[in-house]
């Protein structure tokens, strides 16, 4: 149970590979991974979380290799969070910009395909904010994902 199949450095080389290519992976997928989740979209979270199970702990079912695995994600999570906070270019580089998605009743349907998101999801922001298309100032995608609309003054 506690007696490890691997020495302990493979496990924080396996974690931190795996975590640094999950990274990559869902940060060129785009802001709507991210976001506000459909069952989709949750299901492949679960699904990818799954698939990379083994990989990070190669065979080894001790308590002590889980636990080197979870320290050492949630140690680079950390670490790269600090170092994004205090760097402006690696701060942009993981979480992105805003995108304006439309401006003064008009939306840019380009854009719109590029990132991924439907006019009914624009509708329902449009709803939730309860206004129409026409007295719409600013539709912006924000970083994380969530679409967020300013009524004309």
Not at 27 to 40: A, C, D, E, H, L
Not at 73 to 89: D, E, H, K, P
Request: charged share 25%; net charge negative.
């Amino acid at each position: 149970m506690f007696e490890l199949n691997l020495p302990w450095w493979e496990f924080v080389l396996r974690g931190a590979i795996v975590y640094l290519v999950l990274l990559a992976i869902v940060r060129i997928s785009g802001k709507r991974t991210i976001g506000q989740f459909t069952p989709f979209d949750l299901l492949v979270v679960v699904l990818l979380s799954e698939a990379v199970g083994g990989s990070m702990v190669g065979g080894d079912e001790s308590v002590l290799g889980g636990l080197i695995v979870a320290v050492t994600l949630l140690s680079l999570n950390v670490a790269i969070s600090y170092t994004a906070s205090r760097n402006q270019r690696l701060e942009e580089m993981l979480e992105g910009c805003e995108v304006l998605l439309g401006r003064n009743g008009r939306l840019f349907e380009d854009v719109m395909k590029r990132h991924r998101i439907g006019k009914n999801e624009i509708d329902r922001v449009l709803h939730a904010n309860d206004m129409s298309l026409d007295e719409m100032e600013l539709l912006i995608l924000e970083t994380d994902g969530s679409i967020n609309a300013t009524k004309k003054k």
